[in-house]
C-alpha cells in the first residue's frame, strides 16, 4: 500500500492516542499567504494591465532573479516567490525538527489538504488526482500503466512532444505489442492545419487507440487545440493523454477545458511551487483503465497508480502558498503578460532579415514560449553555437532545442517577473547575430 495512504489511515487512531505538543501544529493551517500586490482598478482587463509596468514591478518585487544574465529560459521551471520560498525553508526547519513525529501524525492531514487545494485550482475532483513529483512522473504512470491496448492496436505521439514521454510511448511499442507511430506538426502551423494533421492521422490509423497530445510544447510553445483534436478522437473510440505542462499556471483553462480523460500536469514551473511538486489526473470513472502501481490493489482511489515513496513533505506543504499567490496574481493576467512580452520579441524579430521565428501570430496558438532560428541553420550544433554566442557576447541565456522536423532551434520563456528592457535586449542582440 502507498505509504502516505497507510499513513492517512493511521493518522486517526494514533492522534487520538497521544498528546499532540505545539511543534506538531498542522503547517497546512497556516499556508495562507497574505496580501501581497497592489489592488488591480475594477473594470481593468487582463489586456489593459499587461502594460500596467508598476503593477508588474510589484509582481517582480516578490521575486528574486539573477543579474549574472539576461535569464530567458524560464520554462525549465518557476521560481518560486520570496513569499513562498520562505513558507518553504519554515516547513523545512520544522520538518527536519519534528522528524517522524510530524510525518506520521500530521503530514497525512495536511498532504490531503494540499491535494484538495490543487483540484480546486484544476477545477477537479480531490478523487480525480493524484500528487506526483512532476509531469513526468504524472505521464510515465499514466503512458506505461494505460490499459486498454491489444497487441497490434496504434498508438501516436508528435514531434513537438516531449522527449521522455515518446521513450515511454516507444516503451509500449516493446512491452504491448502496439505499433508505434509520429506525426510532424506543419510548419508554419496554423490552429486549421495542425487539427488536420492529427485528423489525417486518425484516418491513416484504423487501429489508433492512444494518442499523447503535448498542450504547450517546449520547442516552440505552441498551443495545441487540445479540446478540439480529444472531441474527434473520441468519436472515432481514440484516448488521449494530455501533457499540459507548460499549460496549465500559464493559460487561463482549467482541466475540464482540455476534454480528456487523462492528463499529466506540472505545479513547479508555471505555478512556482517548489521542484518536485505535480499532479496526475483521470477523470472520475476512469481510474480502472489505468494499471495500480507496482504491488497495489486494484481499485477505484487514484492514489493507487503512483508510488514515490517518502517525498519532500516541505514542497508539498507549500502548495498551498503557491497557490494562494498565483490566485492573487491571476491566472490570466499572468498570460496576458506574458503574451505581451513574448508578441514584443517575436513580432520585432520577424522583420529581421535572416532570422526565422516559429511562432504563430495566432493568440489561439500563443504562449509564453515561442522559439526562432537563423535561417537555414536547423541543425544541433548550429542551435547550440547560436545560444552560445547570445550568452558570450551578450548577456542573454536561452536555450537550443531540438527534436523538430523542421530542425532544432533557441528557446526563449520570459517569465511574469522579466522586464521589458530584457527583451528589448534580446531584439537589439537578435539584430547582430542575423548580420554575423
Known amino acids: ?11 486517526g487512531s494514533l492522534a487520538a492516542a497521544l498528546p499532540l505538543t505545539a511543534g506538531a501544529a498542522s503547517a497546512a493551517a497556516a499556508s495562507t499567504l497574505p496580501v501581497l500586490l497592489p489592488a488591480v482598478p475594477a473594470g481593468t482587463t487582463p489586456q489593459a494591465l499587461a502594460s500596467n509596468q508598476a503593477y508588474w514591478q510589484a509582481v517582480a518585487a516578490q521575486y528574486d532573479t539573477t543579474d549574472a544574465v539576461v535569464q530567458l529560459d524560464n520554462a525549465f521551471w518557476g521560481s518560486m516567490a520570496r513569499p513562498v520560498l520562505m513558507h518553504y525553508q519554515q516547513q523545512l ?17 495536511d498532504f490531503e489538504a494540499a491535494r484538495a487545494a490543487a483540484a ?7 478523487d ?4 506526483t513529483r512532476g509531469a513526468t512522473e504524472a505521464l510515465q504512470v499514466l503512458i506505461a500503466g494505460y490499459k486498454r491496448l491489444q497487441p497490434g492496436d496504434t498508438v501516436l505521439y508528435a514531434d513537438i512532444d516531449y522527449d521522455n514521454m515518446i521513450t515511454v510511448t516507444r516503451w509500449l511499442e516493446q512491452r504491448r505489442g502496439v505499433q508505434v507511430v509520429n506525426i510532424a506538426m506543419p510548419e508554419p502551423f496554423t490552429h486549421d492545419n495542425v487539427i488536420a494533421a492529427y485528423v489525417a492521422a486518425m484516418e491513416r490509423h484504423p487501429k489508433l487507440k492512444l494518442m499523447l497530445l503535448t498542450h504547450v510544447n517546449h520547442r516552440n510553445g505552441m498551443v495545441l487545440p487540445v479540446a478540439e483534436i480529444s472531441r474527434l478522437a473520441r468519436t472515432r473510440g481514440i484516448d488521449v493523454i494530455v501533457d499540459t505542462a507548460h499549460g496549465f499556471g500559464q493559460l487561463d483553462m482549467t482541466i475540464p477545458d482540455l476534454q480528456a480523460d487523462f492528463a499529466g500536469i506540472n505545479l513547479h514551473k508555471w505555478i512556482g511551487a517548489p521542484v518536485g511538486v505535480g499532479a496526475a489526473y483521470i477523470k472520475r470513472g476512469r481510474v480502472a483503465d489505468i494499471d495500480p502501481w507496482l504491488g497495489e490493489k486494484a481499485g477505484d482511489d487514484i492514489r493507487t497508480r503512483v508510488h514515490t515513496g517518502t517525498v519532500n513533505f516541505a514542497a508539498y506543504l507549500s502548495l498551498p502558498a503557491a497557490l494562494d499567490l498565483h490566485a492573487q496574481i491571476g491566472v490570466a493576467n499572468k498570460q496576458a503578460r506574458l503574451r505581451l512580452l513574448r508578441n514584443r520579441w517575436v513580432e520585432a524579430a520577424r ?20 522559439s526562432f532560428r537563423l535561417k537555414g541553420k536547423t541543425s544541433v550544433a548550429d542551435s547550440y553555437a547560436l545560444s552560445k554566442k547570445l550568452v558570450q557576447e551578450h548577456g542573454i541565456f536561452a536555450v537550443p532545442r531540438d527534436g523538430l522536423a523542421s530542425g532544432a532551434c ?4 520570459p517569465g511574469i517577473f522579466t522586464p521589458e528592457s530584457h527583451v528589448d535586449r534580446l531584439i537589439v542582440a537578435l539584430r547582430k547575430v542575423a548580420r554575423g
Open 1 to 11: 500500500m502507498n505509504p502516505q495512504r497507510r499513513a492517512l489511515l493511521r493518522a
Open 93 to 109: 526547519a520544522m520538518v527536519n525538527r519534528d522528524n517522524a513525529w510530524y510525518a506520521r501524525m500530521r503530514f497525512p492531514a
Open 120 to 126: 480546486r485550482a484544476l477545477g477537479v475532483g480531490i
Open 128 to 131: 480525480e488526482i493524484v500528487l
Open 351 to 370: 522583420g529581421i532579415d535572416g532570422i526565422e521565428v516559429l511562432a504563430s501570430s495566432d493568440p489561439r496558438l500563443t504562449s509564453a514560449i515561442a
Open 410 to 413: 533557441v528557446r526563449v520563456t
